[in-house]
């Protein structure tokens, strides 16, 4: 047995990696605060249900839209430069929608605070990547990823309290203070020489005529597809199968949201072991099953946050092992894959979440999980065929 073979495994950088963890969790907790306050900014706004429900879909085409063309842009800049940019209008952002006084300026805020954080999020992963070992990679960027579930599980809720309690601007002042904190956390925390492949927009323009990087890029959208056709209306189902109000609808999700964490930490150990398709296909079995299963099956409390919990694990274990994939395709064209496939995140939940209300209406609150399952087993096929094109270099 070699020295390699005995000498312990090397450690993550973990003075780096924190702040970028905590820097995904104010971004996705900035980002999805609106949903658990939208009645209240309704009201505060006078928003139409039409109106309160393009505030998130507003947000999440932006970023779909300027992640990909503002990390080329920004694709020479030292990445610490990029992330602090983000921040800077993150924060900005947040605090215009903090004092919006009609939907026209709240559209506007949350359309920059979405270009500020697809700035940040990509480029977050990439110095993840680019300060760990190759044997370590996966974990370190589950490390940085598990901010961002962490955001569903704790920061979701804590928007939602400080909101109720001391009204919706306190929630959007307080994300825009975690933002300038985490601005001089990565200032003081992350060097300013992070080696990096150079980006441009015609690094950008090659990828998207590239087919290899298109077909593996657009697994993101498939996936995030199968997730959200669960997702959509699991609260409305815990209802359903539980006959219960807040209190039953709160575990439930409470339960998925623990699942989320651990399928993250679990997904970068399994990348460094069976490589990122290995660990996807396994993802994607198990969401094909467990989908139809959390619809089909009557539940009670106890199975159901079962069911929800292992369905957040594998709906979210695939993030870090699809990132680590589409890294591995090509040096020359990371930063841009990175941010396309935090695009095609977003896509795919505005995809999903459209099939789901259309399959809900015309099949039934059930077949939703039958019909994410289908893609999530069409997921499995979409990955074959890319990595076969991979393997082709066409």
Request: glycine content about 12%; hydrophobic content about 60%; proline content about 5%.
């Given at each position: 047995?070699?020295?390699?073979?005995?000498?312990?495994?090397?450690?993550?950088?973990?003075?780096?990696?924190?702040?970028?963890?905590?820097?995904?969790?104010?971004?996705?907790?900035?980002a999805f605060l609106?949903?658990?306050?939208?009645?209240?900014?309704?009201?505060?706004?006078?928003?139409?249900?039409?109106?309160?429900?393009?505030?998130?879909?507003?947000?999440?085409?932006?970023?779909?839209?300027?992640?990909?063309?503002?990390?080329?842009?920004?694709?020479?800049?030292?990445?610490?430069?990029?992330?602090?940019?983000?921040?800077?209008?993150?924060?900005?952002?947040?605090?215009?929608?903090?004092?919006?006084?009609?939907?026209?300026?709240?559209?506007?805020?949350?359309?920059?605070?979405?270009?500020?954080?697809?700035?940040?999020?990509?480029?977050?992963?990439?110095?993840?990547?680019?300060?760990?070992?190759?044997?370590?990679?996966?974990?370190?960027?589950?490390?940085?990823?598990?901010?961002?579930?962490?955001?569903?599980?704790?920061?979701?809720?804590?928007?939602?309290?400080?909101?109720?309690?001391?009204?919706?601007?306190?929630?959007?002042?307080?994300?825009?203070?975690?933002?300038?904190?985490?601005?001089?956390?990565?200032?003081?925390?992350?060097?300013?020489?992070?080696?990096?492949?150079?980006?441009?927009?015609?690094?950008?323009?090659?990828?998207?005529?590239?087919?290899?990087?298109?077909?593996?890029?657009?697994?993101?959208?498939?996936?995030?597809?199968?997730?959200?056709?669960?997702?959509?209306?699991?609260?409305?189902?815990?209802?359903?199968?539980?006959?219960?109000?807040?209190?039953?609808?709160?575990?439930?999700?409470?339960?998925?949201?623990?699942?989320?964490?651990?399928?993250?930490?679990?997904?970068?150990?399994?990348?460094?072991?069976?490589?990122?398709?290995?660990?996807?296909?396994?993802?994607?079995?198990?969401?094909?099953?467990?989908?139809?299963?959390?619809?089909?099956?009557?539940?009670?409390?106890?199975?159901?946050?079962?069911?929800?919990?292992?369905?957040?694990?594998?709906?979210?274990?695939?993030?870090?092992?699809?990132?680590?994939?589409?890294?591995?395709?090509?040096?020359?064209?990371?930063?841009?894959?990175l941010a396309l496939?935090?695009?095609?995140?977003y896509l795919g939940?505005?995809?999903?979440?459209?099939?789901?209300?259309?399959?809900?209406?015309?099949?039934?609150?059930?077949?939703?999980?039958?019909?994410?399952?289908?893609?999530?087993?069409?997921?499995?096929?979409?990955?074959?065929?890319?990595?076969?094109?991979?393997?082709?270099?066409?």
């Open positions: 047995m070699s020295d390699a073979d005995t000498s312990p495994a090397p450690a993550l950088p973990k003075g780096i990696l924190l702040p970028l963890a905590f820097v995904n969790f104010t971004i996705g907790a900035g609106v949903i658990a306050l939208l009645a209240p900014m309704s009201q505060a706004l006078s928003l139409s249900k039409a109106q309160a429900g393009w505030v998130m879909g507003a947000y999440a085409l932006a970023y779909a839209i300027s992640s990909p063309v503002f990390i080329a842009l920004t694709g020479a800049w030292r990445r610490r430069a990029v992330i602090l940019m983000g921040l800077g209008l993150f924060v900005a952002a947040s605090l215009a929608s903090a004092f919006a006084t009609s939907a026209a300026t709240l559209y506007a805020a949350r359309i920059v605070a979405a270009a500020g954080a697809g700035m940040v999020t990509p480029v977050a992963a990439a110095i993840a990547v680019a300060i760990s070992r190759p044997e370590t990679r996966g974990a370190a960027l589950s490390f940085v990823f598990v901010g961002m579930t962490m955001a569903q599980v704790l920061g979701v809720p804590g928007a939602a309290f400080i909101g109720y309690t001391y009204g919706v601007p306190a929630a959007f002042i307080v994300a825009a203070a975690l933002g300038a904190l985490m601005m001089i956390w990565i200032a003081l925390a992350v060097p300013a020489d992070v080696q990096f492949q150079p980006q441009s927009l015609a690094t950008l323009g090659r990828t998207l005529l590239s087919p290899r990087h298109l077909v593996a890029v657009l697994l993101t959208v498939t996936i995030a597809t199968s997730g959200y056709l669960g997702m959509t209306f699991m609260g409305p189902l815990a209802e359903y199968r539980l006959g219960m109000g807040r209190d039953g609808v709160a575990l439930i999700l409470g339960a998925g949201g623990l699942g989320a964490v651990v399928g993250n930490l679990l997904s970068g150990r399994l990348v460094d072991r069976l490589g990122p398709s290995g660990a996807l296909i396994l993802f994607l079995t198990g969401q094909a099953l467990v989908l139809p299963a959390l619809t089909l099956i009557p539940f009670n409390l106890p199975v159901g946050m079962a069911l929800s919990f292992v369905w957040s694990l594998v709906g979210w274990g695939f993030t870090v092992p699809q990132q680590a994939r589409l890294m591995a395709i090509d040096p020359a064209t990371q930063g841009v894959m496939n935090a695009a095609g995140i939940s505005g995809i999903g979440s459209a099939m789901a209300g259309a399959v809900y209406q015309g099949w039934g609150i059930e077949a939703t999980g039958v019909v994410g399952g289908a893609i999530a087993a069409l997921g499995i096929a979409h990955l074959l065929a890319s990595d076969w094109l991979i393997r082709r270099k066409g």
